[in-house]
């Protein structure tokens, strides 16, 4: 029975996401993506409701979504100083309802959501030692000062206790220390207790499908392997941030039964790809990293026997370049291209947000190769080239081969075209499919569109004389539907199905299909108008974030300088413009002084001209900010009388007079100003 790669990849997604699979640590021969889907202050990008709101399009491309820790921590928060684990998801991307949608939505098209799990600390509720008391099951968890390692804080933490009255344990960290926060004791019964019904509550309560453990360094394997062992995570990744051979030796000490029951991020893969790509480099991607280490996925490293626990990426919110300036290895060109190798190499790959937002397009149809390529954690591969200007890959499946990937120089190594067939090109790499595959291609992933384009099709197949044929309807091709040529394009100008089949003596198979729509919407300009005067400031700048994420500023706090300053009704406010790019687009501003202090409280949530003055009124240390719109833009809200009629006639804007009783939503004319009903 003959099936579509279509149809074969969709239910692996299934399977993948469902809860189908079920492993320890991860599971061998796993086809599945996953996306990262925050950076750092990320909070309105990765906001449930937004995450929601673009399940059906994550869906087509990823198996897994890892979201930030979802628990209340006291403010705005990343979730790494984390509070609470049970009674209060109100956290600062959104309420425990809208986190519950969220996840069962993922759930239904098939995504399973990987909570991000931090228990080598926790933070406290109002003195260095004391934890929330919260219930669970009819049962009441509560971690206590015995429960703090005794040399937390490098002993700091003892110093308090012992002034204070309070007992630490009697136990050191059974790994590494971290400041700031209360290293836990995991020898402790309640800590155990504590963190089983904790992950207990996010796989059966909440509906988690497995867990990232953050700073795994912090604290003993074994307690990974005990926790996992209990829980029965179908997907567990750590955060052991060290050596290929460090990440190698926790995953070793995960294991129950000589099984480990956690996958980890390949680090060193991550850093090979930066010294690669960041340099121009290329042959550096069959090196080790700049500290001696191989990626666990590699073919070399311990004969290939970690590529199913390593879970690979190219960039994450701790190496990225933060918005206050700082970070640790980024990779800094090259992004599509590392992405490219990421996509076609065995271990799990994670793609980090940010790229997934500036390239979904180009990302969903790396995938859509990956996949029908037959791509999985437990590929292997070899090297065909090696050059400072390029390199190549076979990618090989259960010993046969699949796919190839060039990055750099794509025309440094052409294969032969007897046995592969190029469906995939960018700046600076390159796809190329076994023919043994038999299958048609398009160039193009699914998904929403801003502008017409062109798709290019391929036909994939051993056969002499084989056609391609292809339909626009999401009919299935047949004998007599349009043909193309290997290579040919189809243009794309409206929403559409496309459907393409390999036409060999007469029959038609190895079918692949797309769905495109476009994107209507109208992109808006808006000018943020600030006045500081009433502050006595001299200057403003603009600190901006949030909506898209296309309105950072050019450079560190605090932010951008005014593009300049204009007279309106007698005030000479400073001034920048910014495009709202959707109806969900925003932006979210702080204000301050050339020298970043003082400052303004955040202004959220703008999508339309503004006005805006600085008051002499402070919230703490930060000036609170007037919205004095209504007065300067020359819009009003329309004044109506106790009879709800306006003081005057009312006209629209092209000048037809209106029946004042029932006006919708809009902007209006009367007595010669404009208001706006809202």
């Known amino acids: 029975m003959k099936k579509s790669l279509r149809l074969i990849a969709c239910s692996l997604l299934m399977m993948a996401g469902s809860g189908s699979i079920h492993a320890q640590g991860w599971p061998a021969d796993y086809p599945g993506v996953m996306l990262q889907a925050f950076y750092w202050d990320s909070y ?8 929601t709101a673009q399940s059906d399009a994550l869906a087509r491309t990823f198996n897994l979504v890892w979201i930030p820790q979802s628990g209340y921590c006291g403010g705005t928060s990343m979730g790494y100083d984390d509070l609470y684990w049970f009674n209060n998801y109100n ?3 959104g309420n425990e309802q809208e986190l519950r949608t969220l996840i069962s939505t993922f759930k239904e098209k098939g995504i399973g959501t990987i909570a991000d799990v931090v228990i080598n600390h926790r933070k406290n509720v109002s003195n260095w030692v004391d934890f929330p008391r919260e219930t669970y099951k009819g049962e009441t968890y509560e971690m206590v000062s015995t429960d703090i390692c005794s040399d937390d804080d490098d002993g700091e933490t003892k110093k308090w206790a012992d002034k204070n009255g309070y007992s630490l344990s009697s136990n050191k960290d059974s790994g590494e ?3 700031g926060m209360r290293d836990l004791d995991h020898n402790s019964e309640n800590v155990q207790k504590c963190v089983k019904a904790y992950l207990d509550f996010l796989l059966n309560d909440l509906g988690y499908t497995g867990f990232r453990y953050d700073m795994v360094k912090g604290y003993k394997a074994s307690f990974t392997a005990q926790y996992n062992s209990e829980a029965k995570p179908q997907f567990s990744v750590g955060e052991c941030w060290d050596s290929s051979n460090t990440i190698a030796n926790w995953i070793d000490g995960t294991k129950v039964g000589d099984v480990p029951q956690s996958a980890a991020f390949d680090f060193q893969f991550k850093y090979v790809c930066a010294n690669a790509f960041n340099n121009g480099v290329y042959s550096n991607l069959g090196l080790k990293n700049p500290w001696g280490d191989m990626p666990l996925n590699s073919s070399s490293f311990r004969s290939g026997a970690y590529r199913q626990y390593a879970v690979t990426f190219v960039e994450n919110h701790d190496t990225e370049v933060r918005p206050d300036g700082s970070s640790n290895g980024p990779l800094e060109k ?3 291209a590392a992405n490219a190798y990421l996509l076609a190499m065995p271990g799990t790959p994670c793609i980090f947000m940010k790229h997934w937002m500036a390239y979904p397009h180009e990302i969903a149809s790396m995938v859509d190769v990956r996949r029908a390529a037959g791509v999985v954690n437990t590929s292997s591969y070899t090297n065909m080239r090696s050059s400072k200007d390029y390199y190549a890959n076979l990618i090989k499946t259960n010993n046969e081969n699949r796919m190839m990937v060039i990055v750099g120089d794509v025309e440094g190594f052409i294969p032969s075209a007897a046995q592969y067939t190029q469906v995939l090109e960018g700046y600076h790499y390159r796809y190329y499919m076994a023919n043994s595959l038999e299958t048609a291609w ?13 798709v290019r099709l391929a036909a994939v197949t051993n056969s002499q004389g084989a056609q391609l044929v292809y339909t626009l309807d999401g009919s299935t091709p047949t004998a007599s539907s349009a ?6 394009t189809v243009n794309i100008e409206s929403d559409c199905t496309l459907t393409v089949g390999l036409l060999v003596d007469g029959v038609v198979k190895g079918i692949v299909s797309r769905d495109y729509t476009f994107n209507n919407l109208v992109k808006t300009q808006i000018t943020v108008y600030v006045d500081p005067t009433p502050a006595g400031w001299s200057s403003v700048n603009f600190w901006t974030w949030g909506g898209d994420d296309s309105h950072s500023p050019s450079k560190g706090w605090p932010g951008d300088a005014a593009e300049g300053r204009t007279e309106i009704d007698g005030i000479n406010w400073f001034y920048r413009t910014y495009t709202i790019n959707s109806d969900d687009d925003l932006v979210n501003f702080v204000f301050s ?3 970043g202090s003082p400052q303004t409280v955040d202004i959220n949530g703008v999508k339309s001209t503004k006005f805006f003055e600085i008051s002499t009124e402070k919230d703490g240390e930060k000036h609170l900010v007037n919205d004095v719109t209504p007065i300067h833009n020359g819009i009003n809200d329309i004044f109506m009388n106790y009879a709800g009629k306006a003081d005057g006639a009312v006209y629209d804007l092209q000048g037809r007079r209106m029946n004042i009783d029932q006006l919708p939503r809009g902007i209006y004319v009367t007595g010669g100003k404009k208001f706006v009903i809202k």
Do not use: R
């Not at 309105?44 to 995450?51: E, N």
């Not at 398009?442 to 062109?454: C, I, Q």
């Not at 043909?483 to 040919?488: C, M, Q, V």
């Open 44 to 51: 309105s990008q990765s906001a449930w409701t937004k995450l």
């Open 91 to 93: 956290s600062s991307f």
């Open 177 to 179: 220390g971290w400041g």
């Open 334 to 336: 090259d992004t599509l």
């Open 442 to 454: 398009a160039d193009k992933a699914s998904g929403m569109y801003d502008e017409p384009f062109s």
């Open 483 to 488: 043909k193309a040529e290997n290579g040919a």
């Open 593 to 595: 002084t050339g020298s």
